[in-house]
C-alpha cells in the first residue's frame, strides 16, 4: 500500500508499504529517521516514542497505515543539530546520556511533559517517564536533566 | 561502501573534571547510529532459525522451500561454516550453527538472507528441520552427578574451584546456616545484537558491530569464517549499552556468512525475544553456607558450596565460577576457609558475563549469612562487619595479601552515618511513594519500613594469570594553527565514557586543548574487552603510557630546536613540561608554543599496558595472587514492605565507594546510580523464567525492569583513597554498585517483613506467608 503523512512537518510517501509494517519500521528504514529505537518493539520500553498528530505514543505500535493523513513528530523534529531543544541540552549537560539508546524516547516524553506542565515536581516526572526504561543510569540525572529543562524554559 | 557512522570524538579537559560526552549532543538529537541503524544500499537483511526444543538431534534440515521463495538469496546451515565449526570466550565448544544436535531452546540453527527483514523471518520460517527431541538436563544438581546426558565429551562440569585455608575442622561457639538462591538475570542492554558485514572484492569482510571487545570477536571470527586476521576487519558502531551481553558472539558469523556468500552486505538485527536468546545471561546459583564465629564476633570459619548453572555452552563460566569462589566470603578476614565451587553444562539457556560476574551471586549469600550471625550473636549487623572488616594487609581465602587502601570498615561507617529519609506522610498521601503504587493497594495500613546493609567486593581486570593488556596510539600534530591529538584504540565505548577518560587523559598529559578520539577499530592494537571494570584502568593506562613517549619526543625536540637558537644551554631544559598547548618552564612560564615547535612535525607514538600479573588459582587448595586489583562498596537500603500484599517499594539506597580517583566524576556518579538499578532489579524484579529449559518471559512486557517509579534516589559518598599501583590511584568503577545494592535491598526486606528471603528476585509470595 502507499502511505502519506506528514513527518517533522514535510510530506512524505513511502510506496509498497507492507501491510503489516509498523510506523517505526516506515520511519527507520523507508524514510532513514532512526532517532526512534527499536528496543522492545512491544510499547514496554519508550524508545522509540512519537508524536502522533500531537499525542504521545511508541511508533512500534502504531501500524503505518494508521498514520495515513497525519502528522508525525519524531526526535529529529525536536531541536536541530545547529541549536538543541533546551530539553536536549539539559540531558547533555546533566549526564543523562549514557549509552543513549533511551535518550530520543526520553526527550520526545520529557518534551511532552513539559509542554502540559511546565514545572512538574519530581514525582510528576517519575510518573511521566515510568513508560521510558533506562539501563544505564538509574534515572537520577534523568530527573535531574528534566528539572533543569523545566527551569530554563519556565525562566 | 561504508555506512555511516558516529564522527571522531571531540573532548577538551583534564583528569579529575566532569567533562560531558562528546556524543551526548547526538545521541539527545537520535542522529547517533547504532549498530542497529546502519543501512548501505543493496543490503540483504539476515534471519536466524532457531532450535524450539532444549534439547534435541537434528535429523535434518531441508531449505527447498525457504531457498525458493521471492527475495530470498541464501539459506545456509552448519555445512556452510567454511573455517572452525565451534567458537568461544574459553572452550571453544558453541557450533556457529547446531551441527548434530541442539543443546539449548533458541539455538541457532540455519540462516537467511533476503531483501526485506519480514521476507527473512517468513524464510526462516519456512526451513524445516526435523527433530528428534531428548529430555533435556535441567537441573544442575542433576548434572553435577554427571546426568544423564552427558551434553559435551569432557562431562558436564565446565569448571570446579576448590579453595582451602587455615584448619579444615575448625570449631566455633556460634555457628549458622543457610541455603541461597539467586535467579538469571538478564543484561538487558536496549540496543539489540545487531550489526552489517559487507563482503570484498578479495574475499574478506568488513563487520561493523557493536561489542565489547573487537579483537576477540575478529580472532573466533577468522578461525570460524577460515580466513586470515586481515581479511576480518571490525569496525565498531554505536552501542547500545552491555553489562557483559556483548562478550560473546551473537549475530557477528552469521552475518559475516550470508555475506561472503551472497557477494552482499547483510544486516542482522535482533528481536527483543531473540535478543533473550541471543546472549548469554548470569548464572543462576545455588549456595549453601555455614559461617562460625567465637561469641566476640569474629570469624572463625566459612564453609561454602556454589553450584552455578552454566546452561548450555561454557561461554566465560570458568572464570565466573572462579570469581563467585574466591570472593565467597565477603571483604571480611576470615583464617579458616573450604569452598567448593562448580559450574556445570545443562540444557538451561547459557550463562556468561553480567556485571558483577560472579561476586553478585555470593554476596546475596554472604551477606545474608553476616546478618544471620549478627541475630545470632545480638550484635548490630554493621557492627559485626566493621569487627570482621578485611584492612590493609589482609589475607583473603585464597592467601593473597592485598595492599593499597583496604576502606571496608570506612565505607560501613560512613553509609550507616548519612541520615535516614522520612516516613511517608499519611496526611499527604501520594500513592506513587507506596508499595504497589497507583494500584491503591494500600494507604499505609500494613506497610512496614526495613533498613539493610551489605558490603561487597570483586577483582578489577582479568585474573588468574590471563594476559590482560591494552594498546593506544596517540598522535600529536598541528591542525589550523593548533596542536591537536588523535588517540586511537579498540577500546569500546559502552556507555561508561571511556571517550571522555580516554580524552581527559590525553589533555592531561600533552597539555593540549583539542583531543580527538578516534572510532575503536581493529587497525590498531587489542584493547581487551570493556569488562571487569578494567577499561579506565587498562586502556587509560595505554593512553597515558603513549601520550609519556610523545611527550618524551616533544621535550627532545624542544631541547634541540632552543639549544639551536641558543635560548637554552645544556641541561636547561630540566622542569620543562607541557602546557596550555605550549613548553613551559618548571615556574610556568611559557616557552615556546606547541604549534611553533612541531610545524609540519607528526610525532606518533603506540604503546601497550600491562598492570602486574597474577596467577592461576592452585586446583586442590585455590591459592594464588589471582587478582591485580580489588574494588570496594557498602549499600544501604531503606524500603517499605506491604507485608500483607508482599509488595515492595525502595524508599533509599545510600552508598560509599572508594574509586580511587574519579577521572571524571558525573560518569563516575551515572555508575553508581546505575549499576545500583541493575543490583534493585535483581534483588525485587528481574528474573529469566526457565521451565524445562524454555525461556517463558522473553519480552520486556513480562521480564521486568526497574522504572523510574521503581528507582529510588541514591545518596553517594565516593571515595577518592588513591591506589598506589594504578595510573593516577584509580580503581575500576562500574562492578561494585551492582554487587552490595540488591544484598542491602533483600535485607532491609527481611527486616521489615521477618520472612528468611533466601532467594532473589524476591518475589510477593515470598514475602506474605500464604500457607
Known amino acids: 500500500m502507499r502511505l502519506s503523512c506528514a513527518v517533522n512537518g514535510r510530506s512524505l510517501v513511502a510506496e509498497e508499504v507492507w501491510e503489516g509494517e509498523s510506523l517505526l519500521y516506515v520511519l527507520r528504514e523507508r524514510m532513514g529517521l532512526f532517532g526512534s529505537k527499536n528496543a522492545c518493539e512491544q510499547g514496554e520500553c519508550g524508545s522509540c516514542s512519537v508524536y502522533l498528530d500531537g499525542a504521545l505514543v511508541c511508533a512500534c505500535l502504531v501500524l503505518a497505515g494508521q498514520a495515513e493523513g497525519r502528522a508525525v513528530v519524531t526526535v529529529e523534529g525536536i531541536g536541530s543539530a545547529e541549536s538543541l531543544h533546551p530539553v536536549q541540552q539539559a540531558f547533555a549537560e546533566a549526564g543523562a546520556v549514557q549509552c543513549g539508546f533511551c535518550t530520543p524516547g526520553l526527550i520526545v516524553a520529557t518534551h511532552d511533559l513539559l509542554s502540559r506542565v511546565p514545572d512538574p515536581t519530581t514525582i510528576q516526572i517519575r510518573e511521566a517517564l515510568a513508560g521510558n526504561i533506562c539501563r544505564c543510569t538509574g534515572y537520577a540525572k534523568i530527573i535531574e536533566a528534566v528539572h533543569v529543562a523545566a527551569a530554563r524554559m519556565t525562566r | ?771
Open chain 2, 1 to 771: 561502501m561504508r555506512p555511516r557512522l558516529a564522527p571522531p570524538s571531540a573532548v577538551s579537559g583534564r583528569v579529575g573534571q566532569a567533562v560531558r560526552r562528546p556524543d551526548a549532543a547526538i545521541k539527545t538529537r537520535g542522529d547517533f547510529p547504532y549498530s542497529s541503524d546502519l543501512q548501505v544500499e543493496g543490503m540483504l537483511w539476515g534471519a536466524t532459525v532457531r532450535s524450539p526444543h532444549p534439547y534435541a538431534r537434528i535429523i535434518s534440515i531441508d531449505a527447498t522451500e525457504a531457498r525458493s521463495m521471492p527475495g530470498v538469496h541464501a539459506v545456509l546451515t552448519h555445512k556452510d561454516v567454511p573455517g572452525r565449526k565451534v567458537y568461544g570466550l574459553e572452550i571453544p565448544d558453541q557450533p556457529v550453527l547446531a551441527m548434530d544436535v541442539a543443546r539449548y531452546w533458541g539455538e541457532a540453527v540455519a540462516l537467511v538472507a533476503a531483501d526485506h527483514p519480514e521476507q527473512a523471518r517468513r524464510a526462516a520460517h519456512a526451513v524445516r528441520v526435523e527433530y528428534e527431541v531428548l529430555t533435556p538436563l535441567t537441573d544442575p544438581e542433576l548434572a553435577l552427578t554427571g546426568g544423564p546426558p552427558r551434553l559435551h565429551p569432557d562431562g558436564n562440569i565446565t569448571r570446579a574451584i576448590k579453595i582451602r585455608r587455615g584448619d579444615q575442622e575448625p570449631r566455633a561457639d556460634v555457628i549458622v546456616t543457610g541455603e541461597y538462591e539467586v535467579g538469571m538475570q538478564d543484561q538487558a542492554p536496549l540496543g539489540p545484537e545487531s550489526g552489517l558485514a559487507i563482503p570484498d572484492a578479495d574475499g574478506g569482510v568488513d563487520l561493523y558491530i557493536a561489542t565489547q571487545w573487537l579483537h576477540v570477536d575478529r580472532d573466533q571470527l577468522a578461525g570460524c569464517l577460515g580466513l586470515p586476521h586481515e581479511k576480518v576487519r571490525l569496525i565498531m558502531a554505536g552501542i547500545g549499552g552491555a553489562f557483559g551481553a556483548r562478550e560473546d558472539l551473537s549475530m557477528q558469523a552469521h552475518a559475516c556468512m550470508l555475506a561472503l556468500r551472497t557477494g552482499r552486505p547483510v544486516k542482522m538485527s535482533y528481536s527483543r525475544a531473540e535478543s533473550f536468546v541471543g546472549h548469554v545471561h548470569r548464572h543462576p546459583a545455588r549456595m549453601r553456607y555455614e559461617h562460625g564465629a567465637t561469641r566476640e564476633g569474629k570469624l572463625v570459619y566459612v564453609k561454602a558450596r556454589i553450584l552455578l548453572d552454566g546452561g548450555a555452552y561454557a561461554s566465560s563460566s570458568t572464570a565466573v565460577i572462579s570469581n563467585a569462589c574466591c570472593f565467597a566470603v565477603g571483604p571480611y578476614e576470615c583464617p579458616n576457609a573450604t569452598i567448593d565451587g562448580w559450574v556445570v553444562y545443562t540444557n538451561n539457556p547459557p550463562c556468561g558475563a553480567m556485571r558483577g560476574f560472579g561476586s553478585v551471586q555470593n554476596c546475596y549469600a554472604h551477606e545474608a549469612q553476616m546478618d544471620k550471625l549478627a541475630a545470632a550473636l545480638q550484635m548490630d549487623p554493621v557492627e559485626l562487619r566493621i569487627r570482621n572488616a578485611m584492612t590493609t594487609g589482609s589475607t583473603l581465602i585464597t592467601g593473597q595479601a592485598v595492599d593499597g587502601p583496604v576502606p571496608v570498615a570506612e565505607l560501613l561507617r560512613r553509609i550507616a552515618a548519612m541520615s535516614l529519609p522520612g516516613a511517608v506522610s499519611r496526611d499527604h498521601l501520594d500513592l506513587t511513594q507506596m508499595p504497589g503504587g497507583v494500584s491503591n493497594t494500600t494507604h499505609g495500613e500494613g506497610v512496614r519500613r526495613g533498613i539493610g546493609y551489605a558490603v561487597g567486593f570483586k577483582n578489577v581486570g582479568y585474573s588468574e594469570g590471563f594476559d590482560d593488556y591494552s594498546t593506544a596510539r596517540v598522535r600529536l600534530s598541528v591542525a589550523r594553527g593548533r596542536p591537536r591529538v588523535e588517540v586511537h584504540t579498540a577500546g569500546a565505548e559502552v556507555g561508561q565514557g571511556l571517550v571522555m577518560v580516554q580524552a581527559q587523559i590525553a589533555g592531561t598529559e600533552l597539555g593540549v586543548h583539542d583531543v580527538v578520539v578516534l572510532g575503536a577499530d581493529t587497525e590498531v592494537g587489542s584493547s581487551g574487552s570493556s569488562s571487569a571494570s578494567r577499561q579506565t584502568y587498562i586502556t587509560g593506562g595505554a593512553v597515558k603510557a603513549a601520550c609519556e613517549a610523545v611527550r618524551e619526543r616533544v621535550l627532545a625536540l624542544a631541547e634541540s630546536e632552543l639549544a639551536e637558537l641558543g635560548r637554552i644551554g645544556a641541561g636547561d631544559s630540566a622542569g620543562m613540561r607541557l602546557e596550555g598547548d605550549a613548553i613551559v618552564a618548571a615556574d610556568g612560564d611559557v616557552i615556546l608554543p606547541l604549534a611553533t615547535l612541531l610545524g609540519e612535525e607528526v610525532i606518533d607514538e603506540t604503546r601497550e599496558f600491562r598492570p602486574r600479573r597474577t596467577t592461576r588459582l592452585d586446583p586442590e587448595t585455590g591459592q594464588a595472587n589471582a587478582h591485580m586489583q580489588f574494588a570496594f562498596a557498602a549499600h544501604r537500603a531503606v524500603v517499605d514492605v506491604d507485608t500483607e500484599l508482599g509488595l515492595v517499594k525502595v524508599v533509599e539506597l545510600a552508598t560509599a565507594q572508594d574509586v580511587g580517583k574519579a577521572i571524571n566524576p558525573q560518569a563516575v556518579e551515572g555508575q553508581l546510580e546505575g549499576g545500583a538499578a541493575q543490583g534493585l532489579g535483581l534483588a525485587v524484579m528481574e528474573e529469566i523464567q526457565v521451565k524445562d529449559g524454555v525461556i517463558r518471559n522473553p519480552s520486556f512486557t513480562d521480564y521486568l525492569l526497574p522504572t523510574t517509579l521503581d528507582m529510588p534516589p541514591v545518596r553517594m559518598d565516593i571515595l577518592e583513597l588513591g591506589d598506589p599501583n594504578s595510573p593516577y590511584g584509580l580503581k575500576g568503577v562500574g562492578e561494585p554498585p551492582t554487587i552490595s545494592s540488591g544484598p542491602a535491598i533483600v535485607a532491609a526486606i527481611r527486616a521489615a517483613s521477618g520472612r528468611p528471603l533466601a532467594r532473589v528476585p524476591v518475589r510477593p509470595h515470598d514475602i506474605v506467608d500464604t500457607e
